[in-house]
């Protein structure tokens, strides 16, 4: 059964800071997703990655996958309020040829001025 | 187009009334996945359809829970009866297959409280 961890599950920063949220899951998948979700709204997509060594950068933030280490990352560079908001990863899985998401736990973001 | 949508946005019930929770999903999606979301658990998958048909409904909590899918523009999920410990945030989201992404479209959720 494919399991995603995501970490840290908490993280307050402050602005103008990088740092880094890691994906790892346990089994092979071709493609993670990342999703943003504002306090009381749904989720918004934010990357997709369909293969090893996929880089997609939008604004201050930057997604990565390493489909060998089953391994994504989300970067966020020099960080600003708006960014703050619980982001999650979800990796594909494929149960009687269709494809599912399983999400990780989320990573609650704050960024302090 | 509009998305996907939910209706109600928010429910209040008590215990042991029926509830139904409704969506629409994207026009011309083939895939629709109903999720739950509740602080200690995070966000579950509960079942999903393709071309209306159910293909995995291993996350259904408990008999109490069903869902339906009579045709391609609409979904319900139904509790009854509904328990305090169903309190939580249902989202429906739907894709398409054909899409090379196969990304997921989610709706604004319904937001229940069991009382």
């Known amino acids: 059964e494919l399991k995603v961890e995501q970490n840290p599950l908490f993280l307050s920063m402050q602005e103008g800071k990088n740092y880094t949220i890691y994906c790892n899951y346990s089994t092979t998948s071709d493609r993670l997703y990342w999703y943003r979700q504002d306090p009381g709204k749904s989720l918004e997509s934010l990357f997709v990655l369909l293969s090893n060594g996929a880089v997609k950068q939008e604004g201050r933030l930057m997604a990565s996958l390493d489909t060998k280490a089953r391994l994504s990352t989300l970067h966020i560079t020099a960080a600003v309020h708006d960014l703050s908001a619980t982001y999650f990863c979800a990796v594909a899985a494929y149960d009687q040829g269709a494809q599912k998401l399983v999400f990780g736990q989320g990573t609650r973001l704050t960024i302090n001025p | ?115």
């Open chain 2, 1 to 115: 187009d509009a998305g996907v949508i939910q209706s109600p946005r928010h429910e209040v019930t008590e215990m042991g009334q029926e509830v139904t929770l409704r969506c629409k999903p994207i026009s011309g999606h083939d895939y629709l996945f109903w999720y739950r979301q509740t602080m200690m658990r995070g966000l579950e998958l509960l079942i999903y359809f393709n071309n209306n048909v159910p293909i995995d409904d291993s996350g259904m909590p408990e008999d109490r829970f069903s869902a339906k899918m009579p045709n391609a523009s609409f979904s319900t999920l139904k509790i009854q009866p509904s328990e305090p410990r169903d309190s939580a945030v249902y989202f429906c989201a739907s894709r398409l297959t054909r899409a090379r992404n196969n990304e997921q479209f989610f709706g604004p959720g319904t937001r229940l409280t069991v009382l």
